[in-house]
């Protein structure tokens, strides 16, 4: 999975978070405020209920989108899977990321039916950044490469 979710991003341009928020302690706000700042992808942030998001328009759906995304991050409840996978076949998106403590094996295989690349259970930002040396940043390397606790 992990080699083809390099794969992913090497052929990938855009990204959008469906589900995206305006508050701070949600985890698409903070996987937006990495990719604006650490990637080079154009990330379009999807939430019909904003109109702004890190200081970029938000959009009601992918439909209103300004082009086809690569790659629709999913932070969604698994309830609202069926409609977001029809807007992402629709939007001709080619990769499917239902981001962390989300994964729908039916919507999985509809999605693989449809031809899309499916990523499940898995965090975007930490994915990228496992590729991309960050898992420094927001304190995700500790720098204890042991598993036993110093002793003083």
């Not at 991003?9 to 985890?27: D, E, H």
């Not at 904003?50 to 959009?59: D, K, M, N, R, V």
């Not at 031809?115 to 927001?138: D, S």
Request: glycine content about 6%; proline content about 4%; some cysteine.
């Amino acid at each position: 999975m992990l080699v083809s979710a390099l794969e992913y991003w090497k052929q990938s341009k855009t990204i959008a978070i469906v589900g995206a928020s305006n508050n701070s302690a949600r985890a698409s706000y903070f996987v937006g405020t990495y990719l604006l700042s650490s990637s080079n992808f154009t990330v379009w942030f999807v939430n019909p209920r904003e109109s702004e998001i890190l200081g970029h328009t938000a959009f009601a759906s992918l439909e209103d989108l300004p082009a086809t995304p690569d790659i629709v991050d999913v932070f969604r409840k698994p309830s609202d899977l069926p409609e977001v996978l029809d807007q992402t076949i629709a939007a001709s998106a080619k990769t499917l990321w239902l981001q962390l403590g989300i994964e729908d094996p039916a919507i999985a295989q509809r999605a693989h039916e449809a031809g899309l690349n499916v990523v499940m259970n898995r965090c975007l930002k930490i994915e990228h950044a496992r590729f991309h040396g960050g898992l420094h940043l927001a304190g995700f390397n500790t720098g204890v490469i042991r598993s036993t606790r110093k002793v003083t």
